[in-house]
């Protein structure tokens, strides 16, 4: 999967804009625990809602990523054994001529 967080749209001078072929996270998300400040990602689970739409974001290496080329207002959920769960947004995700603009977060947890 390829994951990218900056985008370009080149424009041409006949005002044509070229857009790339990838595919843009519109979410990535770290949870940290609150009190060490460490990343932590043992059975963490990262949900997003956006109306009828919700998604449980994907996990690649330290960072949940989501709401892939879909612009909206999403409301996180956060949870994991030995925390507290936490609720963030609404995030507004917007998205220009080619694809989403990616929001990027941290997501503090506090321990039980």
């Given at each position: 999967?390829?994951?990218?967080?900056?985008?370009?749209?080149?424009?041409?001078?006949?005002?044509?804009?070229?857009?790339?072929?990838?595919?843009?996270?519109?979410?990535?998300?770290?949870?940290?625990?609150?009190?060490?400040?460490?990343?932590?990602?043992?059975?963490?689970?990262?949900?997003?809602?956006?109306?009828?739409?919700?998604?449980?974001?994907?996990?690649?290496?330290?960072?949940?990523?989501?709401?892939?080329?879909?612009?909206?207002?999403?409301?996180?959920?956060?949870?994991?054994?030995?925390?507290?769960r936490?609720?963030?947004?609404?995030?507004?995700?917007?998205?220009d001529?080619?694809?989403?603009?990616?929001?990027?977060?941290?997501?503090?947890?506090?321990?039980?």
């Open positions: 999967m390829l994951l990218l967080t900056l985008t370009a749209c080149p424009q041409k001078d006949d005002d044509t804009i070229n857009c790339t072929e990838i595919f843009v996270s519109g979410l990535t998300i770290q949870v940290k625990d609150l009190s060490t400040n460490n990343i932590i990602t043992e059975g963490i689970t990262v949900l997003i809602e956006d109306g009828d739409y919700n998604e449980e974001l994907t996990f690649v290496s330290d960072t949940f990523f989501g709401a892939g080329e879909r612009p909206g207002n999403y409301t996180i959920t956060v949870s994991g054994e030995g925390y507290m936490a609720i963030v947004g609404p995030i507004e995700v917007l998205s001529e080619c694809h989403v603009i990616p929001q990027s977060l941290e997501i503090a947890l506090t321990p039980n």
